[in-house]
């Protein structure tokens, strides 16, 4: 009996909820299964392509046949039939409104959707202990890590940015690597040892130090640039390759700050990314999203981003400046 399990890719969350469904699958429905784990990936056209590894559908419940039964966890909804399990929380988890309709029609008490939870780990947890008596107990330090994680419930900048324990070095590593037996070396862990014991492996740590010296390397580039004047910081490391960083840097250096604006290089583009202190979420008064929008940017009313061609630095850099200012004038009113 073969199980294959969909998971979100390169998403701790994601590594999570796959582990934590073979434990299921395993302890709840079949204890001979054997399990197989494909990472998932958003982007245009079928993402499904491909997924499915058995030619027809089982009737839901068959876990007996001899064939691939699948799952999906953390990832959109697939109207194909041969979609045994799926958890999910996205908001955006329906490709198309008959994708949506089909869902609510099929009614199939084997997929659960709740765009509310707060990660899919949990919420996977907590459905499968409901629905089929699965005990969580063995697991609750990996949910509550994921759970935090996915929600971006981080206690302060510090622990966002210094990622000292183990569950936060693991999201750092899950997002960063590309190696396909690596990724299934890591489920296979998360079932087994605890989150201390796996980030202390040298897979996890030998990836870890090229990424932190390039995190270092940011965080000295936005100490010494970034100006903080009236709730707003303001950085521009735009000349310098950095691409992947810590949107909670500034926080970490101004942690009163209301709004940050920063501009940064990205392949092919330059980026203005804005947002709104997320430990003081209540002050907020400016609408991120609309700002944004007005400068063909998009994102949440917390926190956006514009992307431009990177030719027009310039213009960017100006844009850029006006929301910083926009944005001191509404931290000058929150207080
Ligand atoms: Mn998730």
Known sequence: MLVRVLYHDNCFDGATSAALFSEFYRRCIRADARFEFHGMSHGPGDVFKGAFRNPEAFPVGDDGAGGVTHACVDFRYSADPRLDFWFDHHQSAFMSPEDEAHFSAVKNPRHFYDPAAQSCSKFLADSCAAAYGFDT?????LIEWADLIDGAKFKDPAQAVEWNEPALQLMTWVEANREPHLKRRFIADLTTRSLAEIAAQD????????IRRHADRFLHAVRERAQYEDGVVFFDVSDLSLQTVSKFVPYY???????????MQMPGRTKISVGSNPWRAERRTANIASICSRHGGGGHPAVGAISLPASDIEGTRRIARDIATELRSAARSER
């Open 137 to 141: 107990a063995p697991f609750r330090e």
């Open 253 to 263: 250096l101004h942690p009163d700050a209301h709004y940050v604006v920063g501009v």
């Open 203 to 210: 897979y996890v740590q030998d990836a870890l130090s090229p």
